[in-house]
């Protein structure tokens, strides 16, 4: 499934890391929303590699065109079909690897699956497809925009460094998307470090609902939890999520973890936002384990496709943490859940006899 | 959404904590398949409650009645319906919480929601939801019978108490699920221990798939992990996933994490048996977080219907750890992802020229 | 598919002829409808079958029972399930049959499928199942209900008598569902005389949605014509069904075929109420063309389970014709149709800027 | 909904008239399928306008580009971008329709639906949407290769002529796509005749399935009539479709309309090779009731924007006659929706036990 399969807004996303171009059909957006290739195309220089000398030197323009669903600046609430080219797709790089699974990659996996060999540059499970994700969720953003729901992902840790306080504004400024000013360089420094032993490093991503509506999500299987869990398992290197307290609510006892009210509402959010599987109003917090990028020069044992043990050294261009990659990509498929999420509310409030 | 989406199997649940049953329509399963009640019954025995001292005193036999689907011992390839009658339900204990938001539970969300009061004993969002849960992943289990796909999951951690090694044999046989032999009796005394000072307390729960098929799962949004770990958010209480080397990975180097393959095959597990969001074979692994019991009777300060400030004591039947609870339930959201996940590749795997 | 699978309403249908019960689950119904038992009832009885000699002799009381998402007469925003039980299914008539294909019955067709033998009463096959959906549309009126929407099927032919004019209240009350009451007699003729030759005989169902909405249906596959025109298609019997103007479009000019304008609105109705896919919210009418009842007592030639050419005679108890059933199940499938293509209508049209 | 939703073959369509351009995204084919555009543009050039003189006179090269999915003449299992450029758009032709409301067109029931005034060319509601269904339909043609499905469709009346006999290799020729070689002149007289009026024509279209698997389809909403009649009623400008005897049943016997079987099989297809929703093996044969073109020149009256009457002459380039143009569609329709019950079928046949 290529497809984000709201119950009304879907994108369906297509595109491998060396044909011709990424892109995305969105269907289910309302008529007469402010949309055009401008507001799209902010969101994709967000998440757009070359930025920073932390992330991989591929260069794309990453252009977006509008192939449908626009008019004058407005949706017609027709399908919303988004076109990015590939240009600097350099298939030499991985020549080499086309014969044996890289450590940590789809290859193996994929070809149990599809009974293919390692496509070039990953083909479609490379971290290209991602913009198709974001440029759908530049469709969810501008329906939440009259609502002001706000959607901010950073980092919070790189390998040992972990931030001890969070500075939005500076976050999304910083190439690392590093949420502590005080530690940005640090981290930055993690990751460097890193590189320079040919290898790589996980990290921590928060990601951040503000003002999200109340009475979201479905139970029992449609939980707003469970929809936006799902959907930050489905980036590539996400390898655990978390929501408000997380993982820490296995040591807690119940009287420290409840959120208790008092006349002005909650007086704490451990539980991130959400309670039952619906949101409450207060903001949405979850947490993203991101893995150390798996491509690595260093060398490592592998197989290759006969199945005879075989050594490989991965050389290509390759962001050495993900987690600024990682960041816009949770904005989008939050916006892309909730947006869903407040459109099926609105159907079943507004119907209530 | 009460259905579990499959593509091929569907899951629609239904029902209350204090109305008539609560049940299942399944799906998508196959004709010819070994099934009756004798072999669901065994998997809803494995969640009733009532079972230690540890769990809730509501005592409710779950017999469980095959409604449709199945004849002589075997399915026809239509729906499979199954019903559980409720019987020991105690209005009365619920009561006096009717127009007050319990701290912790979905009271105030499904307010906002639907504009409900609480009902009597959670109304949908009560545990009992999950013996539906348990009736459907029977027949998953069933499907995945002749592949010899196992399912486990059990308590890794207690509060304080973590578990050093697992013993999945003595587990099944635990009434706490308790993985660790040499532990058991001390997450026993933790949970006795919350339950003397009018508390609760949360843990872990590990979930292992053992000899899944390769080649599960579908990029992007069908990753294996999203689904499994979108499924396990689904799950009342459990506010964090992590799958194979999970939230340890954000410390790791690429080095580290990468599982190298020998001739043999993989050398190490750190993915948890996912790469790419598809199954290599190898094991799946995940860790759940499951949140302290929100129902304890200590007090607490809420707000009642009307926005006032009160304060609240929670009496009634309640398990004061639901990691033995959530265990089956996490079993049985697995076989339902992992044999929908089989359907839909044997579909293409089969058709492939 | 047992589900009727809409956007936002979706119903789970189960049971066989011969099982313990039939029933559905319904989900996607807002909270606060006003529905409980005797409202479903009232539908079920317009189906029930024994209700004139023109109907099968089958007696079974049709009482439903809602096990959940309804309490003090409003729905709860959860799943609504209802269950009927079989009371009066007697396997001894079709006990012959079990070797040798019923012809016009899915009996070959499901063995080809599940590899099964025809089973007791047809199974999962029999019109039985229709209550289901009706149990399921009564719940979709319910929510239609404060629109003022209706929804009226009633027999426009039987074999060769076809109706003149159309009289709604007098079809209501015709145990053949008949629109004309001056040839109300020569249709019940019409199946008598077929009865004593041991035979069957086919007919016209019309079916009318009286003051919908403007704006439902989805281009370009979710066409309301579309959705409308499959779930016709899935009930039993029916082998052609007509829009509007239906198959005489075919012999006209576009000039006579347009629906003009004038100040007041349309000047005619060809379209049925269903341009481009969409309501304009004209009256809807549809033409269902219906087979004559496939098991009769005349003897034909068939194939048993292996293969050798048989002749069989199908005793039992069989509706004649099967117009007055068809009917209630068509106003039920259009009541869904309608009733969540209003509610995704609903979901977009309050969320334009 | 623009998208066709099988259970694992989806199709997401996009693409307005006089915008960019139009396409689809596939997903759910298996890997390693022989494709390629040339394959995809012989079934558009089917489509294609412009190739006779009873087609509109839009010329366009409709050349398709794949951007996804395929590799080396070889679907990679990921899904399969399609886009054909929109190029002689000449929005001049519909400057003057823009404030008023085209008879028979989509555009008053758009306006009520989207809020937004009629768009040039007709927008969403183009007949060139198609082209996005014939290139999906040809990724579902070559899944059912191997198998040696056929697909065929064809005119069988134009207005007042009807086909007598059925020559399919004459009518894939005939720029009609008249299936009798006596009548196909008579045929485009009688759209001649027409369009010299300042009018045009309806008809009859049909289409044929032939060697499909039996097994096909599944109970109650899920029936194989029902998925290829909806298929059929989401063409633009079909107001009726039939199956096997169809329409005709109506007046018939069951003695008559039962397909009796002998040692060889059946010794008729009334049924039009679906029982009980099921396929049987025989061919199954559909007939639609195609609509004259809405757009004429002759003077109708209609509304404008502000609801005032006005009258309407409609320019532009027109088919006088949509027989020709649906019967591609309607083979595009048909593949889709075989080839994704098939896929399910394996899924379900394989896992029998």
Chains 1, 2, 3, 4 share one sequence.
């Not at 008529?31 to 992330?55: C, F, M, W, Y």
């Not at 390998?159 to 306080?165: D, E, F, T, W």
């Amino acid at each position: 499934m290529s497809s984000f399969m709201g119950r009304i807004l879907k994108a369906a996303t297509f595109g491998e890391s060396h044909g011709p171009g990424l892109g995305v059909v969105v269907e289910g957006a309302p008529a007469g929303l402010a949309l055009d290739e401008s507001r799209v195309q902010i969101e994709l220089d967000k998440r757009r590699p070359g930025r920073s000398p932390h992330a991989s030197a591929r260069r794309e323009p990453d252009k977006v065109e509008i192939l449908s669903g626009v008019s004058a600046g407005r949706t017609l609430g027709s399908p919303i079909a988004m076109l990015v080219r590939n240009q600097d797709a350099r298939s030499g790089d991985y020549a080499e690897l086309a014969r044996s699974f890289r450590p940590g990659h789809a290859d193996y996996a994929y070809w149990r699956k599809y009974g293919l060999p390692p496509q070039p540059g990953g083909g479609r499970s490379s971290g290209r497809e991602t913009l198709a994700r974001v440029a759908a969720g530049a469709v969810a953003r501008a329906l939440m925009e009259p609502l002001e729901v706000g959607f901010a992902a950073y980092t919070v840790a790189v390998g040992q460094v972990a931030a001890r306080r969070v500075d939005r504004a500076f976050a999304l400024g910083d190439p690392l998307r590093a949420a502590d000013p005080d530690l940005a360089a640090a981290m930055a420094e993690e990751i460097q470090t890193a590189r320079l032993e040919g290898d790589s490093v996980g990290g921590l991503v928060e990601l951040a609902v503000d003002n999200p509506p109340a009475g979201l999500g479905d139970p029992v299987f449609g939980k707003l939890d469970a929809l936006l869990g799902g959907a930050m398992f489905s980036i590539g290197g996400v390898k655990g999520v978390e929501i408000g307290a997380g993982f820490a609510v296995a040591g807690r006892r119940g009287s420290q973890n409840n959120d208790q009210m008092g006349e002005q509402g909650f007086l704490s959010n451990h539980a991130g936002g959400i309670l039952g599987g619906v949101s409450t109003g207060e903001p949405i917090v979850l947490r993203l384990a991101v893995k150390p990028t798996p491509s690595i020069s260093r060398e490592q044992a592998t197989q290759d496709l006969e199945g005879r043990a075989v050594t490989i050294s991965i050389k290509g261009r390759h962001d050495p943490c993900l987690c600024p990659r990682v960041a816009p990509v949770a904005e989008a498929m939050a916006a892309l859940v909730i947006a869903d999420a407040w459109l099926v509310q609105r159907a079943l409030e507004r119907s209530r006899p």
